[in-house]
């Protein structure tokens, strides 16, 4: 089955930097890349997702990136703020699978 | 728009005692949902996918007889936790698929904090 690996699994940055967290997966038939934010004791919310036949796609500061050949992707939040500070989770599903399989997170501290 | 709704959003109660969690899909038609787990500071583990008007499908190692899950509509999912012990105590949350298609988006309740004595 899929897997996803997901890197670092937490994160210091700057407010103001650029932040990066980096997913591979084991599935070359996988299709369908979503971002998870979660807050602490919160609902995961979806930031940002992409599809196969995408390599880029840009959403204000979040911007999400796909290597199909390397079979990676990552995700990119410029100009971090402190409401940025949470878990983020990537994920990846399978052509005609149902489920998505996640990463195991990333926390994600943003330092005033 | 995609607003999943889950309740309750905090259930403790005593050991042997079943508690019912409700999914339901707010503002649109949801032929599959999705129950999870989390444990604290871990990802999201899928228990058992869930299709309206058949029968769930179980991920290994969850227990069927122990997580009952109904899916009667295209808005409204429920996961039973039968005879609970303390060891089912954790944060559950659904999801539920906006269209058809592997390559849809998936949105989540708020999530149920279970917890046993």
């Known amino acids: 089955g899929e897997n996803v690996e997901q890197h670092p699994s937490t994160l210091s940055v700057q407010e103001g930097d650029s932040a990066v967290i980096k997913c591979t997966y084991s599935?070359?038939?996988?299709?369908?890349f979503p971002w998870y934010k979660q807050e602490l004791g919160k609902r995961p919310q979806l930031i940002i997702d992409i599809r196969s036949n995408v390599g880029e796609k840009k959403d204000q500061r979040i911007a999400v990136t796909l290597n199909k050949t390397a079979k990676h992707f990552s995700l990119h939040i410029t100009e971090t703020q402190p409401e940025d500070s949470a878990v983020y989770f990537c994920a990846a599903t399978v052509f005609g699978n149902e489920k998505l399989t996640f990463g195991t997170g990333t926390r994600l501290t943003i330092i005033p | 728009g995609a607003v999943v709704s889950q309740h309750p959003s905090w259930v403790i109660c005593k050991s042997g005692t079943s508690v019912k969690i409700e999914c339901r899909s707010l503002?649109?038609?949801?032929?599959?949902m999705f129950w999870y787990r989390q444990f604290p500071k871990q990802s999201l583990m899928l228990m058992a996918t869930s299709n309206e008007g058949s029968k769930a499908t179980y991920e290994q190692g969850v227990e069927k007889d122990k997580f009952l899950i109904n899916h009667a509509s295209l808005t409204l999912s429920t996961l039973t936790v039968t005879s609970a012990h303390p060891e089912d105590s954790s944060f559950y949350i659904c999801?539920?698929?906006?269209?058809?298609?592997?390559?849809?988006?998936?949105?989540f309740g708020d999530g149920t904090r279970l917890s046993i004595l």
């Open positions: 503002d649109f038609q949801a032929t599959t």
């Open positions: 999801s539920a698929r906006v269209g058809l298609g592997s390559n849809q988006p998936q949105h």
């Open positions: 599935d070359s038939a996988s299709n369908y």
